[in-house]
């Protein structure tokens, strides 16, 4: 701790109820005012893990997504609110950690943590919490913290269950790939549009990341190091599950292509694949051109909004091939079939998928959502 370190009388009287208990004292809050913390996504975990820590007085907060605010992250995602609605995510997080705690340094990373810049961004904190929600990012985030020698502080959450551990205590510690050696099948993951989540869950995986990260600055208790933390919100109980390390840290030597690693197709660009939003509102408005649009969102999105003439039929319809038939039927009546979704992966998966049952077809590039962006500008 550096010799030259002190509150002052604002925050003395901030953090008193903190300082006052004895096995926490002036010497913790000292060394949560020296601590840098990096949080990877500013969504769900990351609301509450970002607003605890601000709160407790976590001297630097760091803050990396690349996406903007969105009506339907609201139920979870607390930091944020409705008047910061399609402003970015790390914009938005600043401003509010400023109303909270205006003592605290702020970092913002407005971009997508890849492996090009995430040893470079990681290693200015002194620990990095994981509020990622897909298994590239863990992956990742895992292997650079290993490559540095930083905890990580990891949560995951989908439905109505979380988990919660700290990877990469020591070097005897365990770390996310002997939880998960391989990633699961990708066709296997639903999206959060599609599995849902149930707004508080995040906000206590978020909390619990929060108190092991105060934890390990301070030293206090028993960290989740070596254990895994499983929550059932309709149940309302935890499970702890114990973890070994079976996979060396010297056989993390650096970083890799993740969305490969997972499974992940890199998003095509030939036309035969995809079609830009340009492209479909010609065929649309060419009467020679004939275009079944289908929506492979749930009911509920498509409630919410749809681009217009089209029908709906579900991903798990096509995925399940219940609607084959039907669209064979459609493709020889030379119509072009058109997928959308929101932001272009599901429709992607149905297309690639269709495309093996020997069904032509194309994606809306980008999704609804830009669809939307874009005949809004046209207006």
Wanted: proline share 4%; hydrophobic share 35%.
């Amino acid at each position: 701790m550096k010799d030259n370190l002190n509150l002052n009388k604002e925050e003395l009287i901030r953090y008193s109820r903190q300082i006052t208990i004895p096995e926490f004292g002036l010497k913790s809050q000292l060394l949560l005012k020296e601590a840098s913390v990096l949080c990877v996504g500013a969504g769900g975990l990351g609301s509450a893990i970002i607003l605890y820590l601000a709160s407790a007085g976590v001297g630097t907060i760091g803050i990396i997504d690349n996406d903007s605010v969105e009506l339907s992250n609201l139920h979870r995602q607390v930091i944020h609110d409705s008047s910061t609605l399609g402003s970015s995510k790390t914009s938005s997080a600043k401003k509010r950690i400023n109303q909270i705690n205006p003592n605290c340094i702020v970092k913002v990373f407005e971009e997508t943590l890849n492996s090009k810049n995430a040893l470079k961004i990681l290693k200015e904190f002194d620990f990095i919490c994981d509020g990622t929600d897909n298994f590239p990012a863990k992956y990742l985030l895992n292997d650079a913290c290993v490559i540095l020698n930083k905890p990580l502080i990891y949560g995951s959450i989908f439905k109505f269950e979380g988990q919660v551990s700290v990877f990469n205590k020591s070097n005897k510690s365990p770390n996310f790939r002997d939880l998960l050696p391989e990633p699961p099948p990708n066709e296997m993951i639903p999206s959060c549009a599609e599995g849902g989540v149930l707004g508080i869950l995040p906000g206590i995986i978020g909390i619990i990341q929060a108190t092991e990260t105060i934890k390990l600055i301070t030293g206090l208790g028993d960290c989740l190091d070596g254990r895994l933390l499983v929550f059932n919100a309709l149940k309302m109980k935890f499970k702890e599950l114990h973890l070994e390390k079976s996979i060396p840290n010297t056989k993390i030597k650096k970083l890799i292509d993740y969305q490969e690693f997972c499974g992940i197709k890199h998003t095509p660009t030939d036309i035969d694949t995809l079609i830009s939003h340009e492209s479909l509102n010609k065929l649309l408005n060419n009467q020679i051109n004939q275009v079944l649009l289908i929506d492979v969102r749930s009911s509920l999105e498509r409630e919410i909004d749809s681009i217009e003439n089209s029908i709906s039929i579900p991903l798990e319809s096509i995925l399940n091939n219940s609607k084959i038939k039907f669209l064979r039927e459609k493709e020889e009546l030379n119509l072009n079939i058109v997928l959308y979704c929101k932001s272009g992966k599901r429709s992607l998966r149905a297309v690639e998928h269709l495309k093996k049952q020997n069904i032509h077809c194309k994606s809306l590039k980008d999704g609804i959502n830009n669809w939307n962006k874009k005949m809004s500008n046209n207006n």
